[in-house]
């Protein structure tokens, strides 16, 4: 499910994009298909993501598989949509088990509101099981972090805030 919402997503940002963006991921596409037989093998794949350093999207042993939503063992052009999404847009890893996160996760609501550009995110597993070591406790889904910067909520109060190190 959460493969599909990506790809539903992807391909809305590709069908509404300007004509530049729209050829910028035919470009990326093409520059993965090395064969030009309009279809991106496993070997192309795995051969453009290291030669691009974009190998870090590759935690999941199965994303391949799961990119390929026909099953007919290669990733057509709306396929590879997903990956330019992906590689653009969405470089959001769990700090517990370094997997890629493409669907719901949990953010620290401290870090996100913080200074910095970086956020700490984790898996729902790695939350679930507090398999992470982090400075603060108050974690939220990401969805509701985002309605919450919309609506100005304020920041939680201090005491949710305080050190936790659980391993």
């Not at 064969?35 to 030669?51: A, T």
């Not at 550009?117 to 108050?138: A, E, G, I, M």
Request: with cysteine; aromatic share 14%.
């Amino acid at each position: 499910m959460e493969m599909e919402q990506l790809h539903a997503a992807a391909l809305a940002y590709y069908k509404h994009g300007s004509p530049e963006l729209q050829g910028l991921a035919w470009s990326f596409f093409q520059s993965m298909d090395t064969n030009g037989d309009k279809r991106i093998s496993y070997s192309e794949f795995n051969d453009f993501l290291d030669q691009s350093g974009h190998r870090w999207i590759l935690n999941d042993p199965n994303f391949f598989k799961k990119l390929d939503r026909n099953r007919d063992g290669g990733l057509d052009f709306e396929e590879v949509i997903t990956v330019y999404y992906i590689i653009k847009t969405r470089r959001v890893m769990c700090r517990g088990c370094s997997v890629y996160l493409c669907g719901l996760y949990f953010t620290c609501v401290a870090c996100f509101d913080g200074a910095d550009q970086n956020t700490y995110d984790l898996c729902p597993v790695c939350y679930r099981n507090w398999n992470f070591n982090h400075n603060h406790s108050y974690f939220l889904a990401n969805h509701i972090v985002l309605l919450r910067a919309k609506r100005c909520t304020p920041p939680p109060p201090a005491s949710c805030l305080i050190p936790v190190n659980i391993n």
